[in-house]
């Protein structure tokens, strides 16, 4: 196991950094998709299913997923670039 509590507070510190890349896009993501929802919901409900009002949910919950995505390749290739050093 390790023991090395600088270790441990350098390795926390990286995994930190890692999860604050692309907050706001995440954050964005996740409104964008409830948003999408809730406008299919209503094309549904209130609209009778209109292809207009469909196609808009559908363009926002895509709109969603690629800032979802958008993060993740983010993510990936700053990790890439700075991987984490025991030693250093």
Excluded: K
């Excluded at 993060?71 to 991987?83: C, F, G, K, L, N």
């Amino acid at each position: 196991m390790l023991d090395d509590p600088a270790l441990l507070n350098r390795q926390a510190a990286y995994v930190e950094q890692i999860r604050a890349i692309g907050r706001w896009e995440r954050s964005a993501g996740f409104l964008a998709c409830l948003l999408g929802v809730l406008i299919l919901v209503l094309a549904r409900f209130r609209f009778g299913g209109q292809p207009l009002v469909v196609g808009a949910g559908v363009a926002v919950v895509g709109v969603g997923w690629a800032l979802f995505v958008y993060t993740v390749v983010r993510r990936r290739m700053w990790v890439r670039a700075h991987p984490f050093d025991p030693n250093g």
